[in-house]
Structure formats: C-alpha cells, structure tokens
C-alpha cells in the first residue's frame, strides 16, 4: 500500500539489495507488522461485535505500545500499520454511509471467530465487561470489510518521518531496527532525481525483489519562464515520437525484443497444465518479464522527460483523453497509451520544477491540416497514408511530423509567445525539413539512447 501523495509530492521507486541477513530483518518486520495488523483489525471487529462500539482513534493509538511483541519494529512503523488499519476501516464506514456497500453494514454479534493468530494481550478495557476474554475473528466479513490478512497477502511497510527512523546516505540505506550502523542497505539511487526533501519510506516486497518508495517533497516551484525553444509532439501509433522539429524517436529496439521474448514465455505458459509445478515455474518467469519490461518503460519514460524538458521551454502534446474518444480502441492500444499517458505526467511535472510549460492540445484535424498554408485536407489523410500531400500549396511532408507541427502551433502559450516575439510563426517546426527525407542525423534520439542505455535495464534472461 503505497500512501497517496498530494499535490508537491512525488512517490520514487528504487531498487534496495538487503543482504541475506537484512532480508531476513525485513521480513520478520513484515511479519510483525501483518500481525498487528490482523490484530488492529480483530480489536475493532470484537470492539463493535461484542461491544457495538466504534472506538475513539486517540485511545486505540495510545494502546498500540501494548502490543509487545511489535519491539522489533520502529514505533513510526507501528503507528503507520495503526493508520492504514483505519484508513481502511474509515473507508468502509464512509462507503456503507455513503451507500456504495448495500447489505454490508456489520451486524452485532454475526463476526465469525478467529484461529489462526494466537490470542494477543488486547489492550483496551470497557468497564462493566468481562475484558480478560479475548475474542479474535476471520472469515466470513461483510462485503467491503477491510480483510485480515494472510503470510501472502501482507507485502509493504512505512517508515513515516524522515530521521525519525530512516535515512539516506548515499547509495546506503539505513532503516531503524533493521540495518545497524556499519551494515546498511544498498539501494540504487540515482541522485539527481532527488531534488527535494525526503519525506516518507515504504519498503515493498515484489516476487523476491525489495524496493523503497520514496516520497519527496517538492519545493515550491518557480514562476513559468517565457519560453524560447518550443517543441510540438505527435505521440504516434507505432510507438514513434514525431517532433515538429522534424525528428523522430523511438524507443530502444531492446523493448521489442523483451516484448517478443515476453510473448513466447506466455504461449509457453498456456500450453501447461494450470496449477501444476511446472506452470508455477514459467508463471514466474513471465512475471519476471514483465517486472523488467514495466520498469524499462518507467526509465525510458523518464530518459525521455528529461531530455525534453533539458532542450524546451514550452512542450506540447495532443490531448489523449480527447484522442481517445475520437479513435476505437484496442487492447493493445489502450496499454499503448498508458505509456504516453506517463510519458506526458513525467514531462508535466519535471517541466514544472524548471517553470516550463507542458500544454496538451486538442487533437482534432491536427493530421489533417497542412503546417505549410494552413489549410485543410480535401481528402481525409487515411492511416495508412505515410506522406501528407498537401493539394493546395503542393507541399508534401511526413505525416507525423505535419501533425507535430500543427500540435505545436494549437499551443496556447506558442500563439502568445509568435504574437509577443513577432516571429513569423510558419519558421518554426519546417526549418529542419530535411530530416523529412532522411538526411538529418536524428539528434534527439541519439541522446536519447544514450541515456537510456547508460543502465543495463532490459536484460530478459
Ligand atoms: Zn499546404
């Protein structure tokens, strides 16, 4: 569970590489944290099914240091699995209130009891009650009822406070209770992403690798820039960037190759028996592939914010959601579009930490209009039609890199920026024609790759 972040906060991920012994530290802290957890939970189910009660949050927190057994764990950790266990149950409550759980309102005394955790020191007395028994529950829970939790379904723990039981250090990781002085965690931190205060960590367990997401804060960012270099986007459908400088990226071939190598182990997958041993084993794997391929496609999209924020001031792309509504939508497409839709997030707020611009436009008839005269297509430009030809000015261009141009020049901020500089708009974007035709070195991409493939991030064995 991660926290959501508001609005100056960014949530990072990063690899951590626990040594046998850490890990070992970091599971018995999982551990100790579900089954206060199971606990929290059980302690407000007896305290409404035998008492109908919905207990004050002050009082249950201050009998948190009850639990004995959670010593092991820092007190921040202890008080987040407290917060999360009423985050959850506050959320139930407000969705029965607010109608979104019919028939799920608990009933006094219809709680089924609880086995599996033996009987912990419940910390709270009601007078007038018979406190010493302790009640624990499982099972049968209303709909939407926040669930006890088993060993595998507990995966993730926060440390609240920056200081105040974790800290960074380099490329070292210290966690109170878990590392020690001389023995601390590697984690791989890239440090210029860092760029503001560190606020929370929560270290999550995914298959068998350890990570800690990072909340920063960020500081407050500065008043928007007049933009001088602008660019417009056309985020095309074969995963290739068009740019109205007349550019194109793509993304590293690696990601093809991952994506057929991903294909191939989930055909494998289908073809065994389901539940068997060796169906386990290649669902592994696949879930492997997948881990890599979603977390390449996080570092090209970064690469790739970061790149464009570095040349721009003002950063256009077409609106997706409008985009959608006009196009059908595959699967295919729709995953496609995830990861514009991030490569979008990450310019808008890397862009916004510089005071840039990130403007996303109306897509309609930006494929459709000539960047040269401005003037609409008689025939409609169909998908398949590389070349836009323009029968009016005679002008014949990419298509993708028309379109760029043309998302460029529905910019509001581009409109101002032409009006107030006098620039002769129609300059901008058709200056590097040539590249149309294949003769300019695509410089962008280049550097693109060369960011990319400074980590050896895509290796699918
Ligand atoms: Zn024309």
């Given at each position: 569970m991660v926290r959501k972040e508001d609005q100056n906060c960014r949530n990072l991920r990063f690899s951590i590489h626990p040594t046998p012994e850490q890990e070992a530290k970091l599971e018995e802290t999982m551990e100790t944290c579900r089954r206060l957890?199971?606990?929290l939970l059980s302690s407000r189910v007896e305290l409404f099914d035998v008492y109908g009660l919905y207990p004050d949050s002050r009082l249950l927190e201050k009998q948190l240091k009850f639990y004995e057994y959670t010593n092991n764990i820092h007190s921040q950790v202890r008080l987040n699995v407290f917060e999360r266990v009423q985050q959850a149950y506050f959320k139930f409550l407000d969705d029965i209130k607010n109608g979104r759980l019919k028939g799920s309102k608990p009933k006094r005394g219809t709680f089924v009891k609880r086995e599996d955790v033996p009987v912990g020191k419940l910390s709270y007395s009601i007078p007038s009650k018979n406190?010493?028994?302790?009640i624990q529950y499982d099972g049968i829970l209303p709909r939407g009822h926040p669930k006890f939790k088993g060993k595998?379904?507990?995966?993730?723990?926060?440390?609240?406070?920056?200081g105040n039981g974790w800290k960074l250090t380099g490329n070292k990781l210290f966690l109170s209770k878990i590392t020690s002085k001389n023995d601390l965690i590697k984690i791989d931190i890239n440090n210029d992403i860092i760029q503001g205060r560190p606020k929370t960590c929560t270290i999550k367990k995914e298959g068998n690798k350890w990570f800690a997401f990072v909340t920063v804060e960020i500081p407050d960012n500065p008043g928007p820039i007049i933009p001088v270099t602008m660019i417009g986007i056309d985020l095309g459908l074969e995963s290739l960037i068009a740019t109205s400088d007349g550019e194109f990226i793509e993304p590293p071939e690696l990601f093809r190759e991952a994506e057929k190598r991903l294909a191939i182990e989930q055909r494998k997958l289908a073809r065994m028996e389901y539940g068997s041993q060796n169906y386990r084993k290649q669902k592994k794997k696949v879930n492997r592939i997948h881990r890599k391929i979603a977390k390449a496609r996080n570092h090209f999209s970064h690469c790739l914010s970061k790149m464009l924020v570095g040349k721009y001031d003002l950063i256009v792309f077409e609106n997706l959601k409008i985009k959608n509504l006009v196009k059908n939508s595959r699967l295919a497409k729709s995953i496609h579009d995830a990861g514009w839709s991030r490569i979008v997030q990450h310019t808008e707020y890397k862009a916004a930490e510089k005071g840039k611009t990130v403007e996303k436009v109306d897509p309609k008839n930006t494929s459709q209009i000539c960047s040269v005269c401005g003037k609409k297509k008689k025939t409609k430009l169909k998908l398949a039609d590389r070349v836009f030809e323009c029968e009016h000015c005679k002008s014949s261009l990419n298509r993708d890199i028309n379109a760029a141009v043309n998302i460029?020049?529905?910019?509001?901020?581009?409109?101002?920026?032409?009006?107030?500089?006098?620039?002769?708009?129609?300059?901008?974007?058709?200056?590097t024609t040539s590249s149309v035709t294949g003769l300019q070195v695509p410089t962008m991409n280049q550097q693109l790759l060369n960011l990319v493939q400074g980590r050896d991030f895509l290796r699918v064995q």
């Open positions: 957890w199971n606990d406190s010493s028994k302790f595998e379904g507990y995966h993730s723990f926060t440390y609240k406070q920056y460029l020049r529905k910019s509001k901020a581009y409109k101002d920026t032409v009006r107030l500089a006098g620039i002769n708009g129609c300059e901008v974007g058709t200056t």
